[in-house]
């Protein structure tokens, strides 16, 4: 059973313990109460000294539970903020003291998963491996992360041995239209494109056309200095 309870100076107790079901345990309430309590502050747990195993486990459980699921609730924030209110939006992030970067992530993973398609069973971090590959696949390798219970890192590691064996769960290839790229450079082309003003994968094309040309236009400058 666990209880939450916000404290003046914005901390909280968050209690972990099971419902009592004889009248002794009733007695020993209060002492039962004040051994399971962690107490989460801005800068860190008051974890207490008699906290036993299995209060300690479910408060990493709901700790690790709160993490993933904080990244969907800033992203839906994010969203919704943009959606509605324009350019406010802006003033709306800088208020809450949050980084805009770090939303912009979440806020893109947010919109590339609409609530249904969440897994509950797999973390935030798992949606973002995916967010970049058409909605189809991304629920093919859902599938497959949560029948075989994979972390973020072997779901990565998964895709990418698909795309080197030049295969998708067991499709023909399209080495056009799928590129495995880190999650990070991800993210920087999309602020690259966001602040061009021009739809991400319009960028990436118009970049890699501009590319290929300059990279053409330097061999054929050269095989004309060599001859």
Excluded: C
């Amino acid at each position: 059973m666990t209880n939450q309870a916000s404290g003046l100076d914005g901390s909280t107790v968050v209690q972990f313990r099971k419902k009592p079901d004889t009248a002794a345990r009733h007695l020993r309430l209060n002492a039962d109460v004040a051994r399971s309590q962690v107490l989460t502050t801005k800068v860190g747990l008051q974890i207490p000294g008699g906290l036993t195993f299995d209060d300690w486990e479910r408060a990493g459980r709901q700790l690790s539970g709160i993490l993933s699921s904080s990244s969907w609730w800033l992203g839906d924030w994010l969203v919704y903020g943009k959606d509605h209110y324009g350019d406010r939006y802006q003033r709306g992030i800088r208020a809450a003291g949050l980084q805009y970067q770090t939303l912009r992530n979440y806020a893109w993973v947010s919109r590339r998963f609409e609530m249904d398609r969440r897994r509950p069973a797999l973390s935030f971090q798992h949606h973002a491996e995916l967010a970049s590959l058409p909605t189809e696949e991304q629920d093919r390798w859902l599938d497959r992360a949560e029948q075989m219970k994979w972390t973020t890192k072997q779901l990565r590691g998964a895709i990418r041995m698909a795309w080197e064996n030049g295969t998708a769960d067991g499709e023909s290839a399209e080495p056009t239209r799928k590129l495995a790229v880190p999650g990070n450079r991800l993210q920087w082309w999309h602020k690259a494109a966001e602040q061009s003003g021009i739809d991400f994968e319009d960028w990436v094309l118009a970049t890699l056309d501009n590319a290929a040309e300059r990279a053409l236009k330097e061999t054929q400058e050269k095989a004309g200095i060599s001859a």
